[in-house]
C-alpha cells in the first residue's frame, strides 16, 4: 500500500466566491496524480509560485483540495480525524519557527506535551532527538533559538517535527535560508536519519542540486500539474520534455551524475565476475564509481556501505544506460536525424 496517493487533486484558491460560479481564477495546483511508497524520499521540485507548498498543505488538510482525493496509507484524509492525521505527520516549515521564549527542549516537546506524555518520556525522547540531529543535549537543551546558527535552529525544527515519530514528514525548503556549506551538512545529516528511521518524507525544494541528492523519487512541478515523476536519473537521461530538460540542465549529463549518489542506481545481487576487492561506497556520486570501473577496466563493482559490508553492486552498463543518451546527444547535437 503507498504511503500518500493522490489522485487527480485540485486546487483553486477562492474557487466561486466572488459570484457564486468559478472565480476564473488558475487552479494552484491542477490534477496531480502520483503515490509515494512507504519509505521513500519525494522531493517536489520547481519554480516559485508552481504550487508545491500548496500540494504539501493539503496533505495535512492545512489546505482543503477543490478536488480530487488524497490519501494517506490506505485511507481518505477525510475519513481520518484531522487532529489523528497531523499526529501522523510532521511538519516542517519554510521559516523554522521555533518559538523564541521557549529553550531547545521545550521547543521539541511541544507535540509530546499536547499529547499528554509524561515528563521523563519527553525527556527522553527529547535527548534522543537532539542526538540523532547532532547537537549534544547536554550543550544545547537549554539554549534559545536566538542562541542558535541558523543551521542548528533548523536542526532543532527537524527534531519538533519528528517528536511524536510521525511516520510521514512533510518538509517545505526546510534548508532554504542556509548557506551552501552547512546545507550539504544538513542534507547529508537528514539521509543518514532517513535510513536509521526509514520515515516517508515529502520535501519541497527548488534547487535543483539538492533534489538531486535526497531523493529517491522528483515530481517536477510547474504552473500546478507534475509534469514529470521519476528516479533522479530517469530525470536527468528521459526529461520528458523541454521544460525538465532545461530545469535539470542535463545537457552536462557528467556533471548531473556527480550528484546522484551510487546507492541510488544500485543493483542487487553478487558480482557475476570476480575481482571483489573492486569496491564504491554506496554514498559516493555516480561520476565517481564511473572513474573507478574505468581506472581498473572492469565492467561491474561491489557497492559496500560505511561499515565495509557489500549491499550490491554497480554496472558500467548500468551507468551508460543512464547516461549514454544524453552524452551522445550533448556530443552530436546536430546529426540531422
Ligand atoms: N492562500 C492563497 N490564496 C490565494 N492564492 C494563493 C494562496 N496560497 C498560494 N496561492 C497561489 O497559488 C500558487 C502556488 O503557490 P505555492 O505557495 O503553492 O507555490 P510554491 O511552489 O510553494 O512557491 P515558492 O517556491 O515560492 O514557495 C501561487 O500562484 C500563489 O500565489
Ligand atoms: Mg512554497
Not at 31 to 56: H, Y
Not at 164 to 183: C, H, K, Q, S, V
Request: net charge negative; proline share 5%.
Amino acid at each position: 500500500m503507498p504511503a500518500i496517493s493522490f489522485t487527480e487533486v485540485t486546487k483553486v484558491f477562492d474557487a466561486g466566491k466572488n459570484t457564486g460560479t468559478d472565480s476564473g481564477r488558475p487552479a494552484a495546483v491542477r490534477d496531480v496524480s502520483f503515490e509515494v511508497e512507504q519509505g521513500q524520499f519525494v522531493v517536489l521540485l520547481g519554480p516559485s509560485g508552481c504550487g508545491k507548498t500548496t500540494l504539501m498543505r493539503m496533505v495535512n488538510r492545512l489546505i482543503e483540495p477543490t478536488s480530487g482525493s488524497i490519501d494517506v496509507e490506505g485511507r481518505e484524509i477525510h475519513d481520518i480525524p484531522v487532529t489523528e492525521l497531523r499526529r501522523h505527520i510532521g511538519y516542517v516549515i519554510q521559516q523554522v519557527g521555533l518559538f523564541p521564549h521557549m529553550t531547545v527542549a521545550q521547543n521539541i516537546a511541544v507535540v509530546p506535551k499536547l499529547l499528554g506524555w509524561p515528563k521523563s518520556r519527553t525527556e527522553q525522547r527529547t535527548d534522543e532527538l537532539l542526538d540523532l540531529v547532532a547537537l549534544p543535549p547536554a550543550e544545547y537543551r537549554k539554549r534559545f533559538p536566538r542562541q542558535l546558527s541558523g543551521g542548528q535552529q533548523q536542526r532543532v525544527g527537524i527534531a519538533r517535527a519528528m517528536a511524536a515519530d510521525p511516520a510521514i514528514m512533510l518538509m517545505d525548503e526546510p534548508f532554504g535560508a542556509i548557506d551552501a556549506i552547512t546545507r550539504t551538512d544538513l542534507q547529508d545529516e537528514l539521509l543518514a536519519i532517513q535510513r536509521k528511521v526509514s520515515k516517508t518524507v515529502i520535501f519541497v525544494t527548488h534547487d535543483v542540486e539538492e533534489a538531486l541528492r535526497l531523493a529517491d523519487r522528483i515530481a517536477v512541478m510547474r504552473t500546478g500539474t507534475v509534469v514529470q515523476y521519476g528516479r533522479p536519473v530517469d530525470l536527468l537521461t528521459h526529461p520528458a520534455d523541454d521544460f525538465v530538460r532545461a530545469l535539470l540542465g542535463t545537457n552536462d549529463v557528467f556533471r548531473q551524475l556527480s550528484l546522484v549518489p551510487v546507492r541510488a542506481i544500485m543493483e542487487s545481487g553478487q558480482l557475476s565476475a570476480g575481482k571483489p576487492d573492486i569496491t564504491v561506497q554506496a554514498d559516493q556520486n555516480v561520476r565517481a564509481a564511473l572513474a573507478v570501473l574505468i581506472a581498473h577496466d572492469v565492467q561491474e563493482a561491489a557497492v559496500v556501505d560505511k561499515s565495509g559490508k557489500t549491499i550490491g553492486r554497480v554496472t558500467l552498463q548500468r551507468i551508460l544506460d543512464e547516461g549514454a543518451h544524453e552524452v551522445a546527444e550533448a556530443r552530436a547535437p546536430d546529426t540531422g536525424t
